[in-house]
């Protein structure tokens, strides 16, 4: 049976939950990318965030500088009165979805969200898990892991999440799977923007009256995340943890910069490797422009939250 329809927070705000399912090193960043981006968005009702996350201590490990400080659970979540709600990926740790740690919370989630007709902006892993759970669409393993900034064109100038957008741009992307365009539009997807080279970026479908946003892109990103990423996961390779030197994030950095990270790649050892990469990576600069763009998409995805309040409280 169906649950009853979701209470908006109501009140002269929003509010926005922010499910953060990052590691522990990686939440704070995160939290505070989604603040900076809903504080830049065009909005004519203040947001408040509300914080929670599908981890729990165990999968987190110790907090001993209280990071979780703040944070609730997917049971503090469901008693909440919630105009919205953005759900993060994670790092994938299993080799297929069912099998993450995360999993049976996800699923709990997604079909929360639908039937009580809240949007909510699925990211990364957060988006295929969704899709996977709703319409049986499986992402598809890519040959290496692609990272970078890639043009994406707009593929629905109509569609009223789009609304203002330019015609094309920059996306940060940074994922090891992707999602089949042919099986979203069959499943009644509608494509935002797409990448010749990364793929869908961004798209969208009604749930149960609500409007789910999924972003296989990171619009949150600030300027130099990718360029940390590439450090973090060179220093995995380092250590052994990963079998596979990462490329260098694609159309995202200096020509000087780059080609120093090519030159460090191929011919430093690997005592020296890391350190002379960190001493690149604080002073390249970074291709940015994607930012703009982010708060105008989450712009209109307020409003349409704001223009359905009625509604929701009704």
Same mark, same amino acid.
């Given at each position: 049976?169906?649950?009853?329809?979701?209470?908006?927070?109501?009140?002269?705000?929003?509010?926005?939950?922010?499910?953060?399912?990052?590691?522990?090193?990686?939440?704070?960043?995160?939290?505070?990318?989604?603040?900076?981006?809903?504080?830049?968005?065009?909005?004519?009702?203040?947001?408040?965030?509300?914080?929670?996350?599908?981890?729990?201590?165990?999968?987190?490990?110790?907090?001993?500088?209280?990071?979780?400080?703040?944070?609730?659970?997917?049971?503090?979540?469901?008693?909440?009165?919630?105009?919205?709600?953005?759900?993060?990926?994670?790092?994938?740790?299993?080799?297929? @979805? #069912? %099998?993450?740690?995360?999993?049976?919370?996800?699923?709990?989630? +997604?079909?929360?969200? *639908? &039937?009580? $007709? !809240?949007?909510?902006?699925?990211?990364?892993?957060?988006?295929?898990?969704?899709?996977?759970?709703?319409?049986?669409?499986?992402?598809?393993?890519?040959?290496?892991?692609?990272?970078?900034?890639?043009?994406?064109?707009?593929?629905?100038?109509?569609?009223?999440?789009?609304?203002?957008?330019?015609?094309?741009?920059?996306?940060?992307?940074?994922?090891?799977?992707? @999602? #089949? %365009?042919?099986?979203?539009?069959?499943?009644?997807?509608?494509? +935002?923007?797409?990448? *010749? &080279?990364? $793929? !869908?970026?961004?798209?969208?479908?009604?749930?149960?009256?609500?409007?789910?946003?999924?972003?296989?892109?990171?619009?949150?990103?600030?300027?130099?995340?990718?360029?940390?990423?590439?450090?973090?996961?060179?220093?995995?390779?380092?250590?052994?943890?990963?079998?596979?030197?990462?490329?260098?994030?694609?159309?995202?950095?200096?020509?000087?910069?780059?080609?120093? @990270?090519?030159?460090?790649?191929?011919?430093?050892?690997?005592?020296?490797?890391?350190?002379?990469?960190?001493?690149?990576?604080?002073?390249?600069?970074?291709?940015?422009?994607?930012?703009?763009?982010?708060?105008?998409?989450?712009?209109?995805?307020?409003?349409?939250?704001?223009?359905?309040?009625?509604?929701?409280?009704?």
């Amino acid at each position: 049976m169906q649950a009853a329809p979701h209470a908006a927070a109501g009140g002269d705000h929003l509010v926005i939950g922010l499910v953060n399912n990052m590691s522990l090193r990686a939440m704070r960043t995160t939290e505070r990318q989604f603040r900076d981006l809903l504080a830049a968005a065009p909005c004519r009702l203040p947001v408040r965030l509300q914080l929670f996350t599908l981890h729990d201590d165990r999968q987190l490990g110790p907090a001993q500088d209280g990071t979780r400080e703040g944070y609730g659970s997917i049971e503090d979540l469901q008693a909440s009165r919630l105009d919205g709600l953005i759900v993060t990926g994670m790092e994938p740790r299993a080799p297929t @979805l #069912p %099998e993450e740690p995360a999993w049976p919370n996800l699923t709990r989630l +997604i079909d929360w969200a *639908a &039937e009580r $007709g !809240i949007a909510t902006v699925w990211s990364c892993l957060a988006a295929h898990a969704a899709v996977l759970h709703l319409d049986g669409i499986r992402r598809v393993k890519l040959p290496r892991k692609l990272s970078g900034l890639f043009e994406c064109a707009l593929a629905a100038a109509g569609h009223p999440l789009a609304s203002g957008c330019p015609t094309r741009w920059l996306c940060p992307h940074s994922r090891h799977n992707g @999602l #089949p %365009e042919a099986g979203l539009r069959a499943a009644g997807y509608d494509i +935002i923007s797409a990448s *010749a &080279e990364a $793929g !869908i970026d961004m798209f969208a479908r009604d749930a149960g009256g609500a409007r789910f946003l999924f972003c296989q892109g990171h619009p949150e990103y600030g300027p130099d995340v990718l360029m940390r990423e590439y450090v973090r996961d060179l220093r995995r390779y380092l250590d052994g943890e990963s079998a596979t030197l990462p490329d260098i994030p694609a159309h995202y950095l200096d020509r000087q910069a780059e080609q120093q @990270l090519r030159r460090i790649a191929r011919e430093a050892d690997t005592d020296t490797m890391l350190a002379a990469t960190q001493a690149v990576a604080r002073g390249a600069a970074f291709v940015r422009g994607w930012q703009s763009v982010a708060s105008d998409i989450y712009g209109n995805w307020l409003a349409a939250i704001v223009a359905r309040r009625p509604v929701m409280a009704a």
